[in-house]
T-cell receptor, first 115, second 115 residues
Protein backbone atom coordinates (compact mmCIF):
# COMPACT_ATOMS: atom_id res chain seq x y z
CA UNK A 1 0.00 0.00 0.00
CA UNK A 2 1.80 3.15 -1.20
CA UNK A 3 0.10 5.59 1.07
CA UNK A 4 0.78 9.25 1.69
CA UNK A 5 4.47 9.87 2.25
CA UNK A 6 5.92 12.80 4.19
CA UNK A 7 9.50 13.90 4.52
CA UNK A 8 11.25 14.47 6.83
CA UNK A 9 9.69 12.63 9.76
CA UNK A 10 11.35 14.95 12.24
CA UNK A 11 12.84 18.41 11.91
CA UNK A 12 14.66 20.29 14.66
CA UNK A 13 15.68 23.83 13.93
CA UNK A 14 16.54 27.09 15.63
CA UNK A 15 14.07 29.90 15.91
CA UNK A 16 14.24 32.18 12.90
CA UNK A 17 15.29 29.51 10.42
CA UNK A 18 13.26 28.50 7.39
CA UNK A 19 11.99 24.93 6.99
CA UNK A 20 10.36 23.05 4.14
CA UNK A 21 8.34 19.86 4.30
CA UNK A 22 7.36 17.59 1.45
CA UNK A 23 4.26 15.49 0.93
CA UNK A 24 3.76 12.84 -1.75
CA UNK A 25 0.06 11.93 -1.95
CA UNK A 26 -1.44 8.72 -3.23
CA UNK A 27 -0.77 8.90 -6.96
CA UNK A 28 -4.33 9.00 -8.29
CA UNK A 29 -5.54 11.51 -5.69
CA UNK A 30 -6.06 15.05 -6.95
CA UNK A 31 -7.03 16.56 -3.60
CA UNK A 32 -4.33 17.39 -1.06
CA UNK A 33 -4.62 18.85 2.43
CA UNK A 34 -2.24 20.15 5.06
CA UNK A 35 -3.13 20.08 8.75
CA UNK A 36 -1.29 21.05 11.91
CA UNK A 37 -1.61 19.15 15.17
CA UNK A 38 -0.36 20.33 18.54
CA UNK A 39 -0.10 18.21 21.66
CA UNK A 40 -3.47 17.20 23.07
CA UNK A 41 -5.42 18.64 20.17
CA UNK A 42 -6.94 17.31 17.00
CA UNK A 43 -5.53 18.26 13.61
CA UNK A 44 -6.37 21.78 12.39
CA UNK A 45 -6.91 22.50 8.71
CA UNK A 46 -4.27 24.70 7.07
CA UNK A 47 -4.76 24.56 3.32
CA UNK A 48 -6.27 22.62 0.42
CA UNK A 49 -5.18 21.93 -3.15
CA UNK A 50 -7.16 20.55 -6.02
CA UNK A 51 -4.57 19.48 -8.54
CA UNK A 52 -2.11 22.40 -8.61
CA UNK A 53 -4.60 25.06 -7.51
CA UNK A 54 -4.58 26.19 -3.89
CA UNK A 55 -8.29 26.72 -3.30
CA UNK A 56 -8.53 27.39 0.42
CA UNK A 57 -6.24 28.68 3.15
CA UNK A 58 -7.03 28.83 6.83
CA UNK A 59 -6.60 32.00 8.87
CA UNK A 60 -4.04 29.92 10.79
CA UNK A 61 -1.77 30.13 7.75
CA UNK A 62 0.11 33.36 8.41
CA UNK A 63 2.25 35.15 5.83
CA UNK A 64 5.25 33.12 7.01
CA UNK A 65 3.63 29.97 5.68
CA UNK A 66 3.48 29.08 2.01
CA UNK A 67 2.39 25.91 0.29
CA UNK A 68 2.77 24.78 -3.29
CA UNK A 69 1.79 21.88 -5.46
CA UNK A 70 3.50 22.82 -8.71
CA UNK A 71 2.57 19.90 -10.93
CA UNK A 72 -0.47 18.65 -9.10
CA UNK A 73 1.48 15.80 -7.60
CA UNK A 74 3.73 16.36 -4.56
CA UNK A 75 3.32 19.40 -2.33
CA UNK A 76 5.67 21.45 -0.17
CA UNK A 77 4.92 23.49 2.93
CA UNK A 78 7.46 26.16 3.83
CA UNK A 79 7.65 28.08 7.07
CA UNK A 80 9.84 31.17 7.08
CA UNK A 81 11.38 32.74 10.18
CA UNK A 82 10.14 29.95 12.43
CA UNK A 83 8.80 30.78 15.88
CA UNK A 84 8.40 28.69 19.04
CA UNK A 85 4.67 28.46 18.39
CA UNK A 86 5.30 26.67 15.10
CA UNK A 87 6.37 23.53 16.98
CA UNK A 88 3.78 20.93 16.00
CA UNK A 89 3.09 17.88 13.90
CA UNK A 90 2.37 18.81 10.28
CA UNK A 91 0.10 16.32 8.57
CA UNK A 92 -0.61 15.83 4.91
CA UNK A 93 -3.66 14.03 3.57
CA UNK A 94 -4.99 13.23 0.13
CA UNK A 95 -8.25 12.09 -1.36
CA UNK A 96 -9.78 11.43 -4.74
CA UNK A 97 -12.23 13.82 -6.36
CA UNK A 98 -15.93 13.40 -5.81
CA UNK A 99 -16.80 15.88 -3.11
CA UNK A 100 -16.44 15.99 0.63
CA UNK A 101 -17.56 12.41 1.07
CA UNK A 102 -14.26 11.01 -0.14
CA UNK A 103 -12.22 9.86 2.86
CA UNK A 104 -8.84 11.42 3.39
CA UNK A 105 -5.73 9.30 3.71
CA UNK A 106 -3.13 10.67 6.07
CA UNK A 107 0.64 10.49 6.12
CA UNK A 108 2.75 9.89 9.20
CA UNK A 109 3.42 13.60 9.56
CA UNK A 110 6.49 15.77 10.04
CA UNK A 111 7.22 16.70 13.64
CA UNK A 112 8.76 20.17 13.87
CA UNK A 113 10.62 21.23 16.99
CA UNK A 114 11.83 24.80 17.34
CA UNK A 115 14.74 25.34 19.73
CA UNK B 1 -17.78 29.13 14.33
CA UNK B 2 -17.75 25.50 13.34
CA UNK B 3 -16.45 23.23 16.08
CA UNK B 4 -16.38 19.61 17.20
CA UNK B 5 -16.42 18.62 20.84
CA UNK B 6 -15.41 15.25 22.20
CA UNK B 7 -16.66 14.71 25.71
CA UNK B 8 -13.98 12.43 27.06
CA UNK B 9 -10.28 13.22 26.87
CA UNK B 10 -9.00 10.01 28.42
CA UNK B 11 -10.90 6.76 28.87
CA UNK B 12 -9.59 3.68 30.63
CA UNK B 13 -11.44 0.39 30.22
CA UNK B 14 -10.83 -3.26 30.90
CA UNK B 15 -11.00 -5.75 28.05
CA UNK B 16 -14.54 -6.83 27.17
CA UNK B 17 -16.04 -3.62 28.56
CA UNK B 18 -18.39 -1.63 26.35
CA UNK B 19 -17.26 1.65 24.86
CA UNK B 20 -19.09 4.83 23.99
CA UNK B 21 -17.24 8.00 23.00
CA UNK B 22 -19.25 11.16 22.67
CA UNK B 23 -18.98 13.65 19.83
CA UNK B 24 -21.03 16.78 19.25
CA UNK B 25 -20.59 19.32 16.51
CA UNK B 26 -21.63 22.90 16.06
CA UNK B 27 -22.71 23.67 12.52
CA UNK B 28 -26.06 24.66 11.07
CA UNK B 29 -25.73 23.09 7.65
CA UNK B 30 -25.30 19.60 6.28
CA UNK B 31 -22.14 17.78 7.21
CA UNK B 32 -20.40 14.52 6.54
CA UNK B 33 -19.22 12.82 9.71
CA UNK B 34 -16.15 10.73 10.38
CA UNK B 35 -14.33 8.88 13.11
CA UNK B 36 -10.59 8.45 12.67
CA UNK B 37 -8.30 6.33 14.83
CA UNK B 38 -4.58 6.66 15.45
CA UNK B 39 -2.90 3.57 16.87
CA UNK B 40 0.41 4.11 18.69
CA UNK B 41 3.14 4.95 16.19
CA UNK B 42 0.80 4.91 13.20
CA UNK B 43 -0.95 7.47 11.04
CA UNK B 44 -4.58 8.49 11.25
CA UNK B 45 -6.90 5.89 9.72
CA UNK B 46 -10.55 6.07 8.85
CA UNK B 47 -12.71 4.06 11.24
CA UNK B 48 -16.12 4.86 9.80
CA UNK B 49 -18.08 7.58 8.03
CA UNK B 50 -21.63 8.85 7.66
CA UNK B 51 -22.90 10.70 4.61
CA UNK B 52 -26.61 9.97 4.43
CA UNK B 53 -29.20 7.24 4.90
CA UNK B 54 -29.26 4.88 7.86
CA UNK B 55 -27.99 6.91 10.85
CA UNK B 56 -26.39 3.82 12.34
CA UNK B 57 -23.15 3.14 10.52
CA UNK B 58 -20.77 0.27 10.96
CA UNK B 59 -17.04 0.55 10.57
CA UNK B 60 -13.98 -1.61 10.83
CA UNK B 61 -13.07 -3.78 13.82
CA UNK B 62 -16.59 -3.92 15.22
CA UNK B 63 -17.05 -0.19 15.73
CA UNK B 64 -20.30 1.57 14.99
CA UNK B 65 -21.59 5.11 15.32
CA UNK B 66 -25.02 6.68 15.46
CA UNK B 67 -25.87 10.05 13.95
CA UNK B 68 -28.58 11.87 15.88
CA UNK B 69 -29.36 14.97 13.86
CA UNK B 70 -31.50 16.65 16.52
CA UNK B 71 -28.65 16.42 18.99
CA UNK B 72 -25.85 17.22 16.53
CA UNK B 73 -24.15 14.09 17.82
CA UNK B 74 -22.20 11.23 16.30
CA UNK B 75 -21.21 8.91 19.14
CA UNK B 76 -18.86 5.99 18.63
CA UNK B 77 -19.62 2.61 20.20
CA UNK B 78 -18.16 -0.85 20.52
CA UNK B 79 -19.83 -3.59 22.55
CA UNK B 80 -16.63 -5.25 23.75
CA UNK B 81 -13.21 -3.61 23.53
CA UNK B 82 -9.92 -5.40 23.11
CA UNK B 83 -6.43 -4.45 24.23
CA UNK B 84 -5.61 -3.73 20.57
CA UNK B 85 -8.21 -0.93 20.57
CA UNK B 86 -5.84 1.19 22.65
CA UNK B 87 -5.46 4.29 20.51
CA UNK B 88 -6.49 7.90 20.08
CA UNK B 89 -9.88 8.49 18.50
CA UNK B 90 -10.87 11.62 16.62
CA UNK B 91 -14.32 12.72 15.55
CA UNK B 92 -14.41 14.99 12.50
CA UNK B 93 -16.97 16.79 10.38
CA UNK B 94 -16.79 18.07 6.83
CA UNK B 95 -19.30 20.80 5.96
CA UNK B 96 -20.77 20.22 2.53
CA UNK B 97 -20.89 23.96 1.98
CA UNK B 98 -17.11 24.24 1.94
CA UNK B 99 -16.90 22.05 -1.17
CA UNK B 100 -13.29 21.27 -0.33
CA UNK B 101 -13.76 18.28 1.89
CA UNK B 102 -11.69 19.85 4.66
CA UNK B 103 -12.09 18.20 8.04
CA UNK B 104 -12.79 19.89 11.34
CA UNK B 105 -11.56 17.64 14.13
CA UNK B 106 -12.40 17.30 17.77
CA UNK B 107 -9.59 17.34 20.32
CA UNK B 108 -9.43 13.56 20.46
CA UNK B 109 -10.04 10.89 23.08
CA UNK B 110 -7.26 8.63 24.29
CA UNK B 111 -8.55 5.13 24.96
CA UNK B 112 -6.48 2.82 27.12
CA UNK B 113 -7.66 -0.79 27.34
CA UNK B 114 -6.21 -2.83 30.16
CA UNK B 115 -5.70 -6.55 29.49
Amino acid sequence: DTGVSQDPRHKITKRGQNVTFRCDPISEHNRLYWYRQTLGQGPEFLTYFQNEAQLEKSRLLSDRFSAERPKGSFSTLEIQRTEQGDSAMYLCASSSSGGSNQPQHFGDGTRLSIL
Amino acid sequence: AQSVSQHNHHVILSEAASLELGCNYSYGGTVNLFWYVQYPGQHLQLLLKYFSGDPLVKGIKGFEAEFIKSKFSFNLRKPSVQWSDTAEYFCAVSPLSSNTGKLIFGQGTTLQVKP
